[in-house]
């Protein structure tokens, strides 16, 4: 009786093996070069808050100063002065939080606020659909 083992080689294993590492190699590269991308994002709307801070601070000021010329008496110009301190709360957010504070931010608006959440998501995907559609 022979007891020596030999060592079979599969073909169809080894080819089922390395598939398998080639897949996971392509997966971990295409997860790296996703999270490049987002930093990368975050690094540009980092840079950019300031000036989208300034904006929106302008904004409201020019909103002020127009509010009491608006047509509509005291009801309009008290919207606009209304929508003025909006926007400055809005420039002050944008000024005092990164964009992972942000991003934060709103996961936690959305957990405590889901159905709100995905009907602006709907509303939003659906104007972003007619922006892009070819029907004109």
């Known amino acids: ?3 020596n083992t030999s060592s079979v080689s599969y073909p169809d294993s080894d080819l089922a093996s390395n598939a398998a ?3 996971s190699d392509a997966a971990s590269q295409a997860k790296n ?3 490049d991308l987002g930093r990368t994002a975050a690094e540009k709307i980092d840079n950019n808050r300031q000036a989208a ?3 929106l601070q302008d904004a409201a000021s020019t909103l002020r100063e127009k509010a009491d010329s608006l047509p509509g008496g005291e009801k309009v110009s008290n919207l606009a002065h209304s929508a003025a301190d909006k926007l400055n709360a809005t420039a002050e957010y944008v000024r005092e939080h990164d964009v992972n504070s ?3 931010d709103l996961e936690q608006l959305v957990r405590n606020n889901p159905g709100p ?3 602006g998501a709907a509303v939003i995907g659906f104007l972003v ?3 892009f559609s070819n029907n004109d």
């Open 33 to 35: 070069k996703v999270a």
């Open 53 to 55: 801070a300034g904006g």
């Open 102 to 104: 942000m991003v934060a």
């Open 1 to 3: 009786m022979d007891t």
């Open 117 to 119: 959440a995905l009907l």
């Open 129 to 131: 659909g007619r922006a």
């Open 21 to 23: 590492d080639k897949i």
